[in-house]
Nanobody, 124 residues
Framework: QVQLVESGGGLVQAGGSLRLACAAA????????MGWFRQAPGKERAFVLG????????SYADSVKGRFTIPRDNAKNTVYLQMNSLKPEDTAVYYC?????????????????WGQGTQVTVSS
């Protein structure tokens, strides 16, 4: 079973960029459908984006389309969340997650394995 370790959170000004990393240990990350979620204070965990390499599909939340991407480094067995044009409303704890399902689900309960989370704070 894969284990996920996140890094890269921090404080950034609005309009800036930040890249989060999700390093996988135990299995090749591309054998899973990978997703990024976020949870702001007082809110439920929400889907950000996800990718399934097996079916060749990426899915985005409307709020991040055109700003966030999910690149991958095969040599490091790591997926990233590249966040550009950040807004204060992007402030949240961000989680990466792995699913054994081939389809990209926007539901957190479809993901079996989770990283520990990393805080992203966007100042105005």
């Amino acid at each position: 079973q894969v284990q996920l370790v996140e890094s890269g959170g921090g404080l950034v000004q609005a309009g800036g960029s930040l890249r989060l990393a999700c390093a996988a240990a135990g299995r090749t990350v591309s054998s899973y459908t990978m997703g990024w979620f976020r949870q702001a204070p007082g809110k439920e965990r929400a889907f950000v984006l996800g990718i399934s390499w097996s079916v060749g599909r990426t899915s985005y939340a409307d709020s991040v389309k055109g700003r966030f991407t999910i690149p991958r480094d095969n040599a490091k067995n790591t997926v990233y969340l590249q966040m550009n044009s950040l807004k204060p409303e992007d402030t949240a704890v961000y989680y990466c997650a792995a699913s054994s399902w081939a389809a990209v689900s926007k539901e957190a309960n479809q993901y079996d394995i989770w990283g520990q989370g990393t805080q992203v704070t966007v100042s105005s």
